[in-house]
C-alpha cells in the first residue's frame, strides 16, 4: 500500500509554509498564546511539505535536530518520578514545541533564500515597530501623569515600563531586540547612501531602546558581542578601529549615566557580595540561585522530578523569612532549575542543547547565528529562558530554522 502523499500537497504545504512563519513572528511580541497557533500551522504545513524519506535523509544529516526531543524525554522521565503530577505535565506542556518544531518543522522541505530574507527583514522590522510603539505609549503615559520625559532616565523609572504595553517580560524583549540589533549590523545592506543612513538609524535606535528596557543581562551580552566584533568584524585599519571602540565606550557612557541602570546593576552586585559573605541580601535573583542551589544538593544525581522543586523553593523562601515576596518563584536560572528538576542528565541534555548549535554556528564561520546562541546560553544564566511559552517558542524556532534550513549554509539569511 501505498502512503506517499501526491505531489500537489508537498507543493500547497511549501507555498504556504512561508506565511505560517511570517504569522508567528508578527504574533510573537504580542501574545505567545496566538503565536502557538501559528506554531501548530508551521509544524502541520512542514509535516507535508516532503515525503517521510527525504525527513529521514535531513534527520540523518543534521543529528543535532535529535538533541530537542531528547530533551523532551529528559522532561518526561523527571514527570514520572515526581510527586506533583498534575504540575509535572503543566511543565511537560510548555515543553511540547521541543518535540513539534524540530520534528516537524526543521525537517521540512528547506526553505528559499527569499523565504529566509524575509525573515531577517521581519524580524527586525517587527522588533522596530514594537520598540517604537512601547517607546509611544510610555511617552504617553507619563505626559498624563504630569511628569517630565527625563523620568525615562530617573532612578525612580522602572524598567518594566517599556515591555509592560504588550506584555513582554524585559529580560526577553532584550533577547529579541539584539536578535534584531545584530541582524542588521551583520547583514544589513550598507551599499547605497539610504541604505547606510537607514540601517544606522535602526542601530542606534535599537541601542537607546535596549538600554531604555534596563535588562541588565541584555546589557552585558550586548556590550560583550560588540567588543569581540569591534576586533574581528570586518576589520580594516586603525582608524576603524578607533571609531567602533569610541561608539562602544559612548554608549557604555551613556548606559552608566542613566540613573535607572546603574541601580540596577548595584543592587545586583550588592546582592551578590551579600551572598558570598553568607547573608541575606535584598536581590531576588541571587535568593533564587541560593535556594536553587540547597534543592539541588539534596538529591544532585537525579533531581527531584519537574513537578515537586517548586515546593521546595518556596520552603526555602519561607526559611529565609520571604515567601511572602518569593512564592512560587522559580530559580531563575535555566541550569539550576534543570539540575534541581532532572539531576546531572537533565543539565547535561540542557547544555548539549543550548552550545551544541553554538559551537557548530561558530565553527561553520556563521557569526550571526553563533551570536543568536550565545544570546540564548547567556540568558539562560538569569532565567529559566526553556520553563515558559515566550522563551520556549523563540528558541525552537531559532534553533529549528538553523538546524533543518541553514545548517552547512552560513550567511543565507539574507541571501
Not at 500537497?9 to 505567545?32: C, D, E, G, N, T
Not at 522532561?75 to 506542556?93: M, N, P, V, W
Not at 544606522?200 to 550586548?222: H, Q, V
Request: glycine fraction near 6%; proline fraction near 3%; include cysteine.
Amino acid at each position: 500500500m501505498n502512503l506517499a502523499l501526491p505531489d500537489q500537497v508537498h507543493r500547497f504545504a511549501q507555498r504556504m509554509l512561508p506565511y505560517s512563519i511570517y504569522a508567528f513572528m508578527v504574533l510573537y511580541p504580542f501574545s505567545v498564546k496566538w503565536a502557538n497557533f501559528s506554531i501548530l500551522a508551521i509544524c502541520a504545513l512542514g509535516l507535508l511539505s516532503n515525503s517521510l524519506s527525504d525527513k529521514l535523509q535531513k534527520a540523518k544529516t543534521n543529528k543535532g535536530i535529535w538533541l530537542y526531543p531528547v530533551y523532551s524525554g529528559v522532561l518526561l522521565l523527571g514527570a514520572l518520578y515526581s510527586a506533583d503530577t498534575r504540575y509535572a505535565f503543566k511543565i511537560l506542556e510548555t515543553g511540547i514545541p521541543f518535540l513539534l518544531l524540530p520534528v516537524l518543522f526543521a525537517t521540512a522541505a528547506t526553505l528559499d533564500a527569499k523565504t529566509l530574507r524575509t525573515i531577517g527583514i521581519l524580524l527586525v522590522a517587527i522588533t522596530c515597530s514594537v520598540a517604537v510603539y512601547c517607546v509611544v505609549q510610555n511617552v504617553l503615559d507619563i505626559r498624563t501623569e504630569k511628569v517630565p520625559l527625563w523620568y525615562f532616565f530617573t532612578w525612580e523609572y522602572s524598567y518594566s515600563h517599556l515591555a509592560g504595553h504588550i506584555g513582554l517580560h524585559p529580560t526577553y524583549f532584550a533577547a529579541l531586540t539584539l536578535l534584531a540589533f545584530f541582524t542588521v549590523l551583520l547583514k544589513g545592506d550598507f551599499t547605497t547612501v539610504q541604505n547606510k543612513v537607514l540601517n544606522t538609524f535602526i542601530l542606534i535606535f535599537l541601542s537607546i531602546f535596549l538600554i531604555l528596557l534596563g535588562a541588565k543581562i541584555g546589557l552585558l551580552i550586548f556590550f560583550a558581542v560588540a567588543v569581540v566584533l569591534a576586533f574581528i568584524y570586518k576589520l580594516h585599519s586603525k582608524r576603524q578601529l578607533l571609531i567602533r571602540v569610541g561608539i562602544i565606550v559612548l554608549l557604555l557612557v551613556a548606559a552608566y549615566n542613566t540613573p535607572v541602570i546603574y541601580w540596577r546593576f548595584k543592587t545586583a552586585v550588592d546582592g551578590v557580595l551579600h551572598a558570598a559573605s553568607g547573608q541575606v541580601g535584598a536581590d531576588y535573583r541571587t535568593l533564587h540561585w541560593r535556594c536553587a542551589a540547597g534543592v539541588i544538593q539534596e538529591s544532585p544525581w537525579v533531581g527531584h522530578g519537574i513537578g515537586d522543586v517548586q515546593e521546595k523553593m518556596n520552603a526555602c523562601y519561607d526559611g529565609l523569612g520571604r515567601l511572602a515576596e518569593l512564592r512560587n518563584y522559580n530559580a531563575h536560572n535555566q541550569y539550576l532549575d534543570s539540575w534541581a528538576k532532572t539531576g546531572i542528565l537533565g543539565l547535561v541534555i540542557t547544555l548539549l542543547c543550548l552550545a551544541c548549535p553554538l559551537y557548530t554556528s561558530f565553527k561553520a564561520g556563521d557569526q550571526l547565528f553563533a551570536i543568536f546562541f550565545f544570546v540564548f546560553l547567556v540568558v539562560c544564566l538569569t532565567e529559566c529562558f526553556l520553563n515558559v511559552q515566550k522563551g520556549v517558542t523563540l528558541f525552537c524556532f531559532t534553533a529549528s530554522i538553523y538546524w533543518g534550513h541553514l545548517y552547512n549554509r552560513p550567511g543565507k539569511l539574507t541571501a
